[in-house]
């Protein structure tokens, strides 16, 4: 849609919106931003931004209706309701789809989003179903499963809340609360299939802190099902004070299996030796020496263990023994949050819990 329309310049209409920094567009869906780390596994593409076809006189100020007005987005009906003024092709129910914008030119995203409109956005989504996925097609269905259509729909959302609110990747934390999934109807795995997400209220606010959120589902024009989020959204520094795993100093892990990241043994006399994690808890870990042959490790300076995620953890062994299950390190006193972290992410609580295994009480 482009800033000016039909000769009216929206800026010098609006200088409350001329004054803002201009946004992007919609952006596109990453794995990083549906908290994914395979593409695989990445079940929406194509976002776009769609506007009611009607807006109500009582959902806008006046403000708001002359800034949608003088945008050329909507004209008024004598009831003084807003109705869409562009003759597009609904592929949604109720709805128009906005073209993509020129790099200098006002979003609409940003025009819903001012002051004086401050309605929410709705974005549709192309859902992408292969009928291949290791998950969730491990057996045969002559539909899409159900838990497939609520991840769809947790994805979606997620999109949406790093476009739809000044909220970025990295900088905040989105917790649900609940989900709510209703399905109408099977959605078939051989028609294409779209999802719309909004706001389950029409007040906007750009930095909430609650979400009440609802995907639907459209497939060959009917409405099949549902899913209602509602959540939070936290700053991340005050998500990591939060968010507490509590670990007994006692209490042995081990690696899950899938986990194959280096660990090292870095000796006093000057080598490092490439180990596998046998178990780990708060005060130690046993090891065992990866290479052939007999071992020329007589002591231990420290464990080093490496992740995709929370980095490096070098952890000070203050003495170390030998014996037929490996090599027992003690940590001593050198605990940290980082120990505490790579427990919660990357190991699973060993049962029963084993007795005392060198690591000095």
């Known amino acids: ?10 800026r010098a209409l609006n200088p409350l919106i001329a004054s803002e920094p201009m946004p992007r567009n919609i952006s596109p869906v990453t794995t990083s931003i549906v908290h994914k780390s395979d593409a695989d596994d990445v079940f929406v593409a194509r976002p776009r931004l769609i506007l009611p076809e009607r807006i109500p006189s009582v959902h806008l100020s006046k403000s708001g209706a002359s800034t949608l007005l003088n945008a050329g987005l909507y004209s008024i009906t004598t009831s003084e309701d807003l109705v869409a003024s562009v003759d597009d092709d ?9 073209k993509p914008v020129k790099p200098d030119a006002i979003t609409p995203s940003t025009l819903l989003r001012s002051d004086e409109v401050k309605m929410p956005l709705t974005i549709v989504y192309d859902v992408k179903n292969t009928a291949s996925h290791y998950y969730f097609y491990r057996k045969e269905h002559e539909h899409v499963p159900g838990l497939m259509l609520i991840e769809v729909a947790r994805q979606a959302m997620y999109h949406y809340v790093y476009n739809a609110y000044d909220t970025k990747r990295g900088q905040v934390s989105i917790s649900m609360s609940s989900l709510l999934a209703r399905f109408d109807d099977y959605t078939e795995s051989s028609l294409p299939l779209s999802v719309i ?3 389950n209220v029409n007040e906007y606010t750009s930095s909430p802190r609650h979400i009440d959120l ?4 459209l497939q060959n024009g009917k409405w099949v099902g549902s899913v209602n989020l509602t959540g939070g959204v936290m700053k991340i520094a005050l998500f990591e004070r939060l968010r507490r795993f509590d670990l007994g100093d006692n209490q042995w892990f081990s690696p899950f299996p899938h986990w194959d990241m280096p ?12 180990v596998q994690l046998q178990a780990i808890c ?11 042959g007999p071992s020329t490790i007589q002591s231990v300076y420290r464990l080093i263990i490496t992740t995709k995620t929370i980095g490096c953890i070098a952890l000070p062994v203050s003495d170390t023994r030998f014996d037929t299950e490996g090599v027992h390190v003690n940590f001593g006193n050198s605990r940290t949050a980082s120990l505490n972290e ?3 992410r990357y190991c699973t609580l060993i049962q029963p819990q084993p007795t005392p295994i060198g690591i000095h009480q």
């Open 1 to 10: 849609m482009d800033a000016q329309t039909g000769g009216t310049n929206v």
């Open 214 to 217: 609802q995907a639907k589902f």
């Open 263 to 274: 660990i090292l043994l870095e000796t006093r006399e000057g080598t490092v030796e490439a």
């Open 282 to 292: 708060g005060k130690g870990a046993v090891v065992q020496i990866k290479q052939r």
């Open 197 to 199: 997400v909004t706001q």
């Open 342 to 344: 790579f427990i919660k």
């Open 90 to 98: 609904q592929t949604v129910p109720g709805y128009y789809e906005v």
